[in-house]
């Protein structure tokens, strides 16, 4: 069953505030180490595996997501043409939500 509802998981180095200049305020971020398939970077001698980058998750309905997505990547996206290690986005379905404090469950009529 789908919901109507869209949860976007990104993973990248910069981070600006382009979201909230767009009118959205509610997502969360993090503050992590990982790294992708670049597998590191090498700096002279010096290995780094695990790089710094910012986990960022927000949860949208249809009509939003395309352009959620597009700010995500603008913001990330270094350089014209971007490089590896710019990072990732995930999106998936949300099959069900509910507000902890009123117990209820939120449906496609809630949007």
Do not use: P
């Not at 505030?17 to 180490?33: D, P, R």
């Not at 603008?74 to 902890?100: M, P």
């Amino acid at each position: 069953m789908e919901s109507g509802y869209f949860g976007i998981w990104a993973f990248f180095e910069r981070c600006n505030t382009l979201l909230k200049q767009e009118g959205y305020f509610a997502f969360s971020k993090w503050a992590i180490s990982g790294r992708g398939k670049e597998k590191g970077i090498q700096v002279g001698d010096v290995l780094y595996q695990e790089m710094a980058k910012n986990m960022l998750y927000i949860t949208v309905g249809d009509k939003e997501k395309d352009e959620v997505v597009d700010i995500i990547i603008n913001s990330a996206k270094s350089g014209q043409y971007g490089h590896y290690g710019d990072g990732k986005i995930f999106v998936s379905d949300i099959s069900e939500a509910y507000t902890i404090s009123e117990e209820t469950r939120e449906d496609d009529d809630d949007e």
